[in-house]
């Protein structure tokens, strides 16, 4: 592993530990050369995920960028990194298990969706406002009204 600071490959490992789960593991490094500490997170990837844009590029899967939007979504509401960690790791296991190397960036985004929509209605309607690309402020009010019903509605179908 390469020192982030100084760039030294001679660097050691301190800690090991568990992590989200017991689905990462978490290790304390330190550069031999500069003296810098870092931490590293390793991860099981189950395959490699190219993702199908709408305009039909194919780029490859990138984790930052999902961990990116949720965390904007998820901006200044009370949650945790670690808890933003495992909703992000959730999504990306659950795109690795379907079997598939290719996958829509639209099933990504409904995926998000609906982890956001378990977890902070306000993350919800933000994500949604940047996912869905509305087209002016009626098309906006809609979705937030339809969603509000659908939130208040028990499993017998009556509104609460």
Known sequence: M????CGSENTAVR????????????????????????TTFERVQLREI???????????????????????????????????DQLVS?????????????????DIGEYVMEALGELDPV????YASVYRDFKDASAFAHFIETHALEKHIDESGEKE
């Open 50 to 84: 190219t993702v199908v844009k709408r305009d039909g590029k194919r780029t490859p899967f990138v984790r930052e960028k999902l961990l990116r939007s949720v965390m904007i979504a998820l901006r200044k509401r009370p949650f945790e990194p670690e808890q933003i």
């Open 90 to 106: 959730s999504i990306i296991r659950r795109l690795e298990s379907s079997g598939e190397s290719e996958v829509n960036s639209e």
């Open 2 to 5: 390469r020192c982030p600071f």
């Open 15 to 38: 800690d090991s530990r568990p992590a989200e789960d017991n689905t990462v593991v978490r290790r304390r490094r330190s550069c031999e050369d500069c003296g810098a500490r870092f």
């Open 123 to 126: 993350a919800y309607v933000r």
